[in-house]
């Protein structure tokens, strides 16, 4: 009963949250997706992501060693997808890229706040830092054919990590001042994202829903399966495997849609894949999360 409320505390204020998007979008009222989407990726996620390294007080050895499993982890889930995409004869442009990445960032990161507190926010940060570097380069690359490199060094969030894992490594702190305002700046970070995410939902139009959910349940099964051996392979601590497999498990992130849109795929399904695999995540998350606290 314990375990249930401890659960039920950390993921509701993550989908009420969401919910409050939703709802807003469903009674009429404006809500601009692309400039509050702007104004978390360029500025306050980036200070979120600087203070929360800078201020960590986990060894830069295990930073690195959950950097690594990350990587290794998205390779992992990257083969199995390829092979059940081409199985399934799937279209590999519109299905490839929204089954490997996951939302890391508008669910990973408050659940992994509100679960393990500064420590799992500062591991969490790492996951999500791997994979929108990833997302940007190969994942842009599955969609159109191309890489984005360029778009990588010029992304803020590479930028805050780089620099947090900077002063993490020399032990440097910003004036104290200068932390509070970065820090205020960041918490703006999980309550837009999460409003964003609802928003951004309620406004999706989707189709073939039963496909949707079938590809989303393999996506969670491979994804929970690829953070476990990992994470076990690697020797992570228990806090450390529990965000990795948390952020791995992360259902698709509507950034997939707003990418296939752009890049000339097949966005109707991708629509489908983010709906389907959010509602999934209501239940899947909290089970996930009650197995590894």
Request: hydrophobic residues 65%.
């Amino acid at each position: 009963m314990n375990l249930a409320l401890t659960v039920l505390n950390v993921t509701a204020p993550v989908f009420l949250l969401a919910a409050v998007g939703f709802v807003w979008v469903k009674l009429g009222f404006e809500y601009r997706v692309q400039f509050v989407t702007r104004l978390a990726m360029t500025v306050s996620v980036p200070c979120l992501i600087f203070v929360a390294l800078m201020e960590t007080q986990i060894a830069p050895q295990a930073l690195a060693a959950l950097s690594l499993a990350a990587l290794v982890a998205y390779v992992l889930v990257a083969l199995v997808t390829f092979v059940l995409v081409k199985a399934a004869r799937l279209d590999a442009r519109t299905y490839l890229a929204p089954l490997i990445f996951g939302n890391t960032g508008n669910l990973g990161l408050p659940l992994a706040l509100f679960a393990f507190g500064e420590l799992g926010l500062g591991y969490a940060v790492v996951v999500f830092a791997v994979m929108a570097m990833l997302s940007f380069t190969i994942g842009i690359w599955m969609v159109a054919g191309a890489g984005s490199f360029g778009k990588v060094i010029s992304e803020p969030l590479v930028w805050a990590t780089l620099l947090g894992a900077l002063f993490l490594w020399q032990g440097w702190q910003t004036p104290v001042f200068l932390t509070n305002t970065i820090d205020l700046i960041g918490q703006m970070a999980i309550p837009m994202m999460l409003i964003t995410l609802g928003v951004a939902v309620a406004r999706l139009e989707t189709s073939a829903m039963s496909q949707a959910v079938l590809l989303s349940l393999a996506k969670l099964v491979i994804c929970v399966g690829a953070g476990w051996a990992t994470a076990l392979w690697f020797g992570l601590d228990p806090v450390a495997s529990a965000v990795l497999i948390l952020q791995v498990a992360t259902p698709v992130a509507v950034t997939s849609y707003l990418i296939a849109e752009k890049y000339g795929a097949d966005a109707g399904p991708v629509a489908g894949l983010v709906v389907a695999s959010t509602l999934l995540s209501v239940v899947a998350l909290p089970v996930i999360l009650a197995f590894v606290m």
